[in-house]
């Protein structure tokens, strides 16, 4: 079946422009995730929807940052006032839930602010 | 907070050699643990995981066990390939926090022939 989609694959923008990401999950996955994974380590949380609203936020860096789910299956990962700190690659998982349950990833959106 | 530590790479061995990637974690109550692998070009995928205390879990000839004493989720092989070249990031969640995955630096792997 399908798995994680996420576009566009690579985004290049100026620094200051607004940016949207987007995550396609699998269907019937009620929690979605975003990630940030810079060059060289982890990926690292940014936000948590268990269906159509945000259940934790707490990763986003600032409040350029924001993301939505509003039918509870695709997101959009927002970001205002890009900066050159904002590169990396975002990633978004989707889950049924569930102790110790498996994220599938998606290919991520390479995101390069100049 | 959670957090996860692993040894830094890059490894590099021959094939056929043993493999070991140590793992420990900091982590409240009772996390789960997970390898993910990242190959070349590709994205993250679930590589094993174990969800309580001595569970082993097992996937590709990779195994790993989870370890409560010693807060430990150390990644083996018992013989590599080229194939298996990679970066692995162990990684834990914990159900009453929403599930979401702390993980680590990563490490690579190369495996020469």
């Known amino acids: 079946g399908a798995g994680v989609s996420q576009t566009p694959s690579n985004k290049v923008t100026e620094k200051g422009k607004y940016v949207e990401l987007r995550c396609d999950p699998i269907?019937?996955?009620?929690?979605l995730y975003w990630y940030r994974q810079s060059l060289g380590q982890g990926p690292e949380f940014l936000i948590y929807f268990q269906g159509t609203g945000a259940a934790d936020d707490s990763g986003l860096p600032n409040d350029r940052f924001f993301a939505v789910r509003p039918e509870g299956s695709v997101s959009t990962l927002k970001i205002q006032r890009t900066e050159r700190g904002d590169s990396a690659v975002y990633l978004c998982?989707?889950?049924?839930?569930?102790?110790?349950?498996?994220?599938?990833f998606g290919p991520g959106t390479r995101l390069t602010v100049t | 907070g959670n957090s996860v530590t692993q040894m830094e790479g890059p490894v590099t061995l021959s094939e056929e050699a043993f493999l070991t990637i140590n793992c420990t974690y900091t982590a409240t109550g009772y996390p789960s643990l997970f390898w993910y692998v990242q190959y070349p070009g590709e994205g993250l995928q679930l590589l094993l995981k174990a969800t309580k205390a001595d569970d082993k879990g097992s996937n590709k000839g990779f195994e790993a066990t989870y370890r409560k004493e010693t807060t430990s989720f150390h990644l083996e092989k018992g013989s590599v390939q080229v194939s298996d070249s990679a970066v692995y990031f162990c990684?834990?969640?914990?159900?009453?926090?929403?599930?979401?995955?702390?993980f680590g630096g990563g490490t690579r792997l190369m495996v020469k022939p």
């Open positions: 269907s019937g996955h009620t929690a």
């Open positions: 998982a989707s889950s049924l839930g569930g102790r110790g349950a498996e994220q599938y």
């Open positions: 990684a834990l969640s914990s159900y009453n926090a929403g599930n979401m995955l702390t």
